[in-house]
T-cell receptor, first 113, second 110 residues
Framework: DSGVTQTPKHLITATGQRVTLRCSPR?????VYWYQQSLDQGLQFLIQ???????AKGNILERFSAQQFPDLHSELNLSSLELGDSALYFC????????????FGPGTRLTVT | GIQVEQSPPDLILQEGANSTLRCNFS?????LQWFHQNPWGQLINLFY???GTKQNGRLSATTVATERYSLLYISSSQTTDSGVYFC????????????FGTGTRLTIIP
C-alpha cells in the first residue's frame, strides 16, 4: 500500500458527460501528480500541483482541469468526455517537488461508452 | 524532452529463470524509478534508484547515471512476476514529471 488513495476505482459513463476523480496524497506529501495510461499513448504526465499551486503541465487536454485543495487532496475534472478518454488515471504524490520518489495510487479506470 | 527506451519489449521465461531488463535514457536525470504493473493494473513501485545499486529480495537494480542506463535484475522468476515493467525518469532539466518508457512485458511460464 503506497498510502495514496484514489476514488472511485472504476467509472463508466457516456460520451459528453463530466466526471471528477479524487486523490488523497500520502500524509505529509505536498506534491500531487496526475498521469493517464491509455492503450495508444502509454503512461503520460498530465499535471502537477505543489502545496495548492499548479507546478507543471503536460499533455493535458483543455477539457480536463485539476486542482489541489487546502487539505492537499486533489481532483481531476474531465468534461465533454470522448471515447478516447477511456484510460487508467493515476495519481501520485511526493514529499517535495522534483527529484524525490513518487508514490502511485491504485488508479481509477474510466470507461466512456 | 527526455527519451526513455526499454528493452526487450517482450520476454517469456520459464519459472526459475533469471532476467535482465534494460532502460536507456537520453539526458541526465535526478530521479529514476522502476515499477511493476500487475494484471489488475496496479503500479507497484520497485525501486527509486537515480544512481547506484539496490537489492530487494530476488530483485535488484543498478543505475549508471553517467552512461544513462539502468538495469533491473529478476532472479529465480515466479509466475507472480508476470506483468509489465516500467522505467520512469525525471530529467534534471525539465519539470518535475516522470517520463515513462514503453515497458517490458514479462511472462513467466510454470
Amino acid at each position: 500500500d503506497s498510502g495514496v488513495t484514489q476514488t472511485p476505482k472504476h467509472l463508466i459513463t457516456a460520451t459528453g458527460q463530466r466526471v471528477t476523480l479524487r486523490c488523497s496524497p500520502r500524509s505529509g506529501d505536498l506534491s500531487v501528480y496526475w498521469y493517464q495510461q491509455s492503450l495508444d499513448q502509454g503512461l503520460q504526465f498530465l499535471i502537477q500541483y505543489y502545496n495548492g499551486e499548479e507546478r507543471a503541465k503536460g499533455n493535458i487536454l483543455e477539457r480536463f482541469s485539476a486542482q489541489q485543495f487546502p487539505d492537499l487532496h486533489s481532483e481531476l475534472n474531465l468534461s465533454s468526455l470522448e471515447l478516447g478518454d477511456s484510460a487508467l488515471y493515476f495519481c501520485a504524490s511526493s514529499a517535495a517537488s522534483g527529484g524525490t520518489k513518487q508514490y502511485f495510487g491504485p488508479g481509477t479506470r474510466l470507461t466512456v461508452t | 524532452g527526455i527519451q526513455v527506451e526499454q528493452s526487450p519489449p517482450d520476454l517469456i521465461l520459464q519459472e526459475g529463470a533469471n532476467s535482465t531488463l534494460r532502460c536507456n535514457f537520453s539526458d541526465s536525470v535526478n530521479n529514476l524509478q522502476w515499477f511493476h504493473q500487475n494484471p489488475w493494473g496496479q503500479l507497484i513501485n520497485l525501486f527509486y534508484i537515480p544512481s547506484g545499486t539496490k537489492q530487494n529480495g530476488r530483485l535488484s537494480a543498478t543505475t549508471v547515471a553517467t552512461e544513462r542506463y539502468s538495469l533491473l535484475y529478476i532472479s529465480s522468476s515466479q509466475t507472480t512476476d508476470s506483468g509489465v515493467y516500467f522505467c520512469a525518469v525525471e530529467s534534471n532539466f525539465g519539470n518535475e514529471k516522470l517520463t515513462f518508457g514503453t515497458g517490458t512485458r514479462l511472462t513467466i511460464i510454470p
